[in-house]
């Protein structure tokens, strides 16, 4: 698990920031999302989330970008576990 920071800026270029525990990239994206829709701030499709971990490394990924992968195949059984737990968790259809 890691300790990760995500952002993003919306159409009124107001910065949205959570920190959220996550084991990867496209985990991170999804336990943000789901925070900002609690909070009525979920980002546009095209919006950039912006991941930064303690090293600091920062990715960034479009939350459309979340959802083609959340859709994708997946390339083994662990794999398949955890995209139908991330769809579950943002109520994301296959």
Known sequence: MSHCLVSYLDLDGIRHSVEVEAQSLYEAACLA???FREHDCEPAPLSKLEI????PVTHEVTYKKVVEWLRSGAK???DVIEK???RELIEIEK
């Open 52 to 55: 930064t971990i303690p090293n």
């Open 76 to 78: 083994s059984p662990k």
């Open 33 to 35: 999302i789901k925070v």
């Open 84 to 86: 139908d737990r991330l």
